[in-house]
């Protein structure tokens, strides 16, 4: 069966040349079924490529321990290298010097990922190098660039600090696993911020 792919050919020209002289590089994730690898599709104002990288199965064990370190506050430098080595590296490698930000879109199994928190070849952070921007699809990111500059601002629905069960977490339900986990610190703060540049 053919590779399953969120892209085609006229979207992919009408991508680089809305990128034009942008100094970002445009990184679409597709995660293969089954041990099948993931590919890396690269796209920048003078680059398009397919990278691959590791099936997702032999990165899932590395993902869940390290959300659970980063969730907790705990040490997650030494997972943070390393699945920046898995996924980023071979990625990092074919892009030019001018490029500064990175605008990425995950795939299945990657979404929870909070890349800005992963780290180079050097040890240092990503965001230490680069602009990290994650998007749900490369039309939404086209559709914002599209936005005439100085027009009105976007309507947002933002929710942070939901109040659910009786003692105020959200009950989890996956796998027939049930339990309730606290509200995210500081959800709310962040939303009202956010907020800010949204239309009232």
Do not use: C, K
Not at 1 to 16: G, I, K, Q
Not at 88 to 117: C, K, N, Q, S, W
């Amino acid at each position: 069966a053919p590779a399953r792919t969120p892209w085609n050919v006229a979207d992919l020209d009408a991508l680089r040349a809305a990128l034009g002289t942008r100094s970002s590089a445009l990184i679409l994730f597709v995660t293969g079924q089954g041990g099948e690898p993931t590919t890396a599709l690269v796209v920048s104002a003078d680059r398009l490529e397919a990278v691959p990288l590791p099936p997702i199965d032999t990165l899932r064990p590395r993902l869940g321990a390290f959300l659970e370190l980063v969730e907790s506050g705990g040490n997650a430098d030494g997972l943070a290298r390393d699945l920046g080595a898995a996924l980023l590296d071979p990625i990092l490698a074919r892009l030019g010097a001018t490029v500064r930000e990175l605008i990425l879109v995950p795939d299945a199994g990657l979404h929870r990922l909070p890349f800005d928190a992963l780290r180079l070849s050097s040890g240092n952070p990503l965001l230490t190098r680069y602009g990290v921007t994650v998007a749900p699809s490369a039309s939404v990111v086209m559709h914002l660039w599209a936005r005439p500059a100085g027009g009105r601002p976007a309507r947002l629905l933002g929710v942070g600090d939901p109040g659910l069960g009786a003692s105020g977490g959200a009950t989890l339900r996956q796998d027939g696993y049930a339990g309730v986990r606290p509200p995210l610190p500081y959800a709310r703060r962040e939303v009202r911020r956010v907020a800010r540049f949204a239309d009232e």
